[in-house]
């Protein structure tokens, strides 16, 4: 069992995608699991977030090539891209492609250097059956890595044996297409996959979003209601610390 699986859902996790300035080192200090591009920073600096006792899982994309960190994305510049994700000017790629496996993999053994882990995304964008094989091929390839999911439901019951935790991204909140409250029948949506998630035995953390004082805390009510801990950021999760409380 990894360390995660222990994790209790009120111990604190943060998600940051910004560069390593001097506030973010020091607010990310004070949780004790955090998901950061491994890329934008030092082997220094990542090693002494470790040390003060922060696990550090490195962002992963599985089923969309990203631009971020040290990792170009034109369209079309691999033979593994398929159609343009506008919304976040990613690439769906063709999870079949041995290419995308092995980049996939080159990515994941660069970050497991300095990391703890990897926080697997946009796990919904490609089909179920190449997904779990990415997913297992990972596991294998580094059994003592943490693996955290954002989301995955469709790949449920298979995904539950290779990964160590679910992050509920969007759980009481959104920011698409403006920030606000999930509707009643999102709420529903939400309170359902959360319900089937912990029924797998699997940790369970929530990811929320807020432009406001009030909406935030209306994410943090939802989720103290459900006995979840979530994490609020703004939609370029370029809060360190969160949404100030």
Not at 217 to 228: K, P, T
């Amino acid at each position: 069992m990894t360390a995660i699986s222990m994790l209790s859902p009120y111990l604190p996790l943060s998600v940051y995608y910004g560069p390593p300035t001097p506030q973010a080192l020091k607010a990310l200090r004070g949780f004790r699991t955090a998901v950061v591009q491994p890329t934008l920073y030092t082997p220094a600096q990542l090693a002494a977030l470790r040390a003060g006792g922060a696990q550090i899982l490195g962002y992963l994309s599985v089923g969309e090539d990203h631009p971020y960190g040290e990792y170009p994305c034109t369209p079309g510049c691999a033979a593994y891209h398929l159609e343009v994700n506008s919304q976040w000017g990613s690439v769906r790629v063709d999870l079949s492609d041995p290419a995308w496996w092995a980049e996939l993999l080159r990515r994941a053994a660069a970050q497991l250097q300095h990391t703890d882990g990897l926080f697997l995304d946009t796990l919904d964008s490609g089909g179920a059956e190449g997904t779990l094989a990415l997913v297992q091929t990972l596991r294998t390839a580094f059994p003592k890595a943490i693996l955290l999911a954002n989301r995955g439901f469709g790949l449920l019951p298979g995904l539950a044996r290779l990964v160590d935790g679910v992050l509920f991204e969007g759980f009481s909140t959104t920011h698409t297409p403006v920030y606000g409250t999930l509707d009643k029948q999102g709420q529903d949506y939400t309170a359902h996959w959360l319900k089937e998630v912990r029924a797998q035995g699997l940790s369970v953390s929530a990811l929320d979003y807020a432009n406001t004082p009030a909406l935030a805390r209306a994410a943090r009510e939802r989720a103290a209601r459900y006995n979840v801990q979530t994490f609020v950021s703004d939609r370029a999760l370029s809060l360190a610390g969160g949404f100030p409380a």
